[in-house]
């Protein structure tokens, strides 16, 4: 990864550095800090989704924006290594941006006249622009550190309303996206290089990168690729008593519901026996649920909701599961939503020690308040246009148009891969994902060998290279040993990109075969 | 302050936690987390500035929000502990909110006419969000993890213009406001627990709060309270020979210039002192020069162009400044612009090794991009509308209008400061604060003993309970031994608040008396 960053950045840097020397006609002397001798905890951490890939994808992005592209053999960058839809053509949800351009000018609200002749805004959306800045009085101001109090009403509101339990404002913590809420808690959770925090495999490479970076244990468990990529209790304990032996205080258990890489979607059974072992373990369930409304097959089940029922049952006849501690985060950047440039997110905490509560609160305040206009797409989204409300029907198309593209790309690419020589995957659940199985011939896994590269890696990097297509290699979210994946997004538009996978496939596999 | 922040937001999880369990009349089991099991970095780090005083002035403003308040001796709360404008009515300046707002909704596009005749927006603000929108295409899109290239490219035109300098924009990461690039370089810098930073004391506590998260050491040299808060490059090089001699690796020197809390603004020739003493001892300098446009004495002069001047300078013969790393960081949240709850910034980085910028951007990756929203302000920031332009009468009236503003009321805090028995201030010549000596009599030092406070703690929370007003204890960013201060904002609307402090200030030390 390192050599190909200084192809990006890192190479431009190099240029300044030496024209700042240049001057001198002298050679810099030694600096403060080298590879070497910085934090070597970074230098540990991995994060493929933005790596070498990603680079590459960009250079010829700018290249081909240039008109400079003549030589390479594809006319557009397809970016499917991250869910990032606006990027790709996904109109934003025309309700949340009239509210947050009133949030960002309030002078239009001088004129509503205008606003509803000109622009066609709606009696709601200035009714709810102006029930937001009396929240925050001003998207320009620092809100309190855990977010602004009225927006966590709506949060606590639309938790309540899905669950049908009770969800308390104080438990919920705005943030610049989920990915800063688990940077917080992984922050709070890991004491010591002792520390462990079992992650699925394969994982969404924060996890691991994260506690990398705060040099604690990853415990890997490895999910069920056969049944969906579901969660076997089973192998998660094994993996706990693996480590606890090896000396590991496995303090948490990250479950990822939809899936993230994988797609795959949990049952209700399988998240309450995450539970019912977290709470014999005593283990703090961290549960990423940022796909939530990513949904392609069956309802979506929460960890809170499935807390709470065990908690009424006659399982907790013990009190077991009264002080579970569940974080569960949700984001703006999936979903129908996609506000990922806007960085919003939540977590709500159930079950924490309030001392602890304390420094979490602390934590973030270092860091003062996540975006407030990130805050306001998160109220929007908790608490959109309902049945008799102007913006509702608009809302309501858009809502669906994207649902029901996204549903339609990720079945349009399952079908593909159905058909292309060596690829197994499992169909569409949720998220924004898949996560098909590639197996290569051995001359395929010779040349990667010669490249002194992975063959997910190689092949990736061919892909890219053949099409302008950029996906992520599954060695960069871990997948068990001697199988080889591939994770795309299928947000771009359109099937075309597929069908520039098929051919690329079938060349692949023709040039490398025995 | 654990306490104290028990009776915010820790006291309702207590609540929470009891309803939780109530349902079973059991005791709850043990928890994962406890204080004395987390990560006990976090448990050590300081934050005052959102502390015990700043939780209890929320409480206040909340009780006199309800109509409750009836029994204080007060009818506002005034946040004098944090620069944060906008709360305090601070308008936002026209133009950047009116290119937000298009930002926000591109379809107010679509009637420019409508826009110019019923909103007057200017043809250079619509010409702007085009611009913004072909370089991000979506604010709700991920930009690059280093920010937006057409957005880095004015913030290093702006540079260029400022210090008669090249910058590159590759040498440009944007950040959520300053607070994130400073943790970014932090976590970068601090490989072990023997690594060391030079930090002013006093300071702005993000920075010892980031080195005590990171297990590193803060390596405290004292500013010259009495030559106005100034850098005395001898004390820096006393710091740093006694802590190499405790065995400490200092790898960096931090300089807050304009200071936070001290309002004192460097000369050319001290930021030229610490750039020789960086060069010598192989130090990354840390620039905060998020105040740069709040000086009210001189000009500012930037460690950029400092060093660049020593670079041609014959200073150089033996070429020991053409590697020296310095980041210098600038923000959207202070100047006259005050959009804190955008949460936008950048830092220039030169002289750093490209192997070591690769880490950066992949530790930054980690978290994605920085708000979109927030980088497009930090451009309309560095790049405003410009004499001759249809939007510029308004935004220098603006502009004008707030400098003036926060210049009259330093001023006005300075001299009731001066008339006030034992309380000595210097000169107001930049930032958003003062931050007087307070001498108390014994017998409140005796009080606040009793009171288990530090004496300084004990008076600012004396001032809140008795006005309403909240300011932080000079405690919250170190002192001299024996010293005791606060630090105020004078960002507050008119002046009705001074005569509250000095009314309470009288009543205190006659309290107190011998």
Redesign the interface.
């Known amino acids: ?2 050599a190909a ?2 192809s ?10 030496a024209a ?2 240049a ?2 006609g ?10 070497d ?4 905890n ?2 540990e ?1 991995k ?1 493929a ?3 070498e890939l990603a680079i590459k994808s ?1 250079e010829y992005r700018a290249k081909l924006a240039k008109g400079e592209g003549k030589d390479l053999p594809f006319d557009s960058v397809i970016s499917a290594n ?1 869910g ?4 790709l053509d996904q109109k ?1 949800i ?1 309700f949340f ?2 509210v ?6 309030p ?2 609200l001088e ?1 509503e006249e ?1 606003l509803v002749k ?2 066609g805004y709606k009696s709601d959306v200035i009714a709810r622009a102006k029930k937001l800045l009396k929240d ?11 977010g602004a109090p009225g927006i966590r009403q709506s949060v606590a509101k639309f938790i309540e309303k899905r669950d049908g339990y009770p969800a ?1 404002p ?2 919920i913590y705005l943030s ?2 989920a ?2 809420g688990v ?1 917080t808690l992984m ?5 010591s290089p002792k520390t462990g925090v079992l992650v699925p495999i394969p994982q969404y490479p ?1 996890y691991t ?2 506690l990398s ?1 705060l040099n604690a244990k990853c415990v890997p468990y490895y999910l069920e690729e056969e049944s969906n990529w579901g969660t076997d209790v089973n192998s998660i304990r094994t993996a706990l008593k693996k480590a606890q032996a090896e000396g590991i205080d496995v ?2 258990v990250v479950v990822i519901n939809p899936g993230n890489p994988t797609g795959g979607s949990l049952k209700p059974e399988d998240i309450c026996s995450v539970l019912e072992l977290a ?1 014999e373990e ?3 369930v961290l549960a990423d649920e940022v796909y939530q409304t990513n949904v392609f097959e069956g309802e979506f089940f929460s960890f809170k909701k499935g807390l709470r029922d065990l ?2 049952s006659d399982k ?5 599961f ?2 579970l ?1 569940l974080a569960s985060l949700h984001s703006i950047s999936k979903g129908m939503v ?6 919003g997110g939540y977590y709500e ?11 979490i ?3 973030v ?10 805050q306001c797409i998160v109220e929007v989204m908790c608490n959109p246009p309902v049945e008799g409300e102007p913006s509702y029907p608009l809302y309501k198309q858009e809502y669906d148009g994207i649902f029901k593209g996204l549903r339609e790309r990720a079945f349009a690419l399952y079908e593909a891969f159905k058909q292309m020589e060596g690829v197994e995957c499992q169909s569409p659940q949720g998220s924004m994902y898949l996560f098909p199985t590639i197996k290569l011939p051995p001359k395929a896994i010779e040349a990667a060998k010669k490249a002194d590269k992975n063959p997910d890696d190689f092949y990736c990097l061919q892909l890219l290279d053949a099409t302008g297509i950029c996906i992520v290699p599954g060695s960069g979210f871990g997948q068990k040993e001697d199988t080889l994946h591939f994770r795309t997004t299928f947000l771009a538009p359109g099937t075309d990109w597929v069908s520039r996978i098929t051919k690329f496939h079938k060349e692949f596999m023709d040039r490398y075969r025995s």
């Open positions: 990864m390192s960053l200084l990006g950045s890192g190479a431009a840097a190099l240029r300044h550095n700042a020397g001057g001198n002298h050679v810099g002397t030694v600096r403060s800090l080298n590879i001798n910085i934090n070597q970074v230098r951490a994060y989704v933005r790596g960009e991250i990032n839809p606006q990027q934003p025309t941006r009239q947050a351009s009133l949030m960002e000018n002078e239009l004129n205008a000109s622009f925050v009085r001003s998207v320009g101001a620092y809100s309190q550190s855990q308390d104080e438990n610049a996206g990915s800063s940077n922050n709070i959770i890991c004491a924060l990168a994260t970076v303090r948490a709470a005593k283990l703090v908690q009424k907790n006849k013990d009190g077991k009264n002080n501690e996609g506000e990922c440039g806007h960085r905490m159930v079950g924490f020690d309030p001392e602890v509560v304390a420094q609160y602390k934590f305040s270092i860091m003062l308040c996540p975006p407030v206009i990130g």
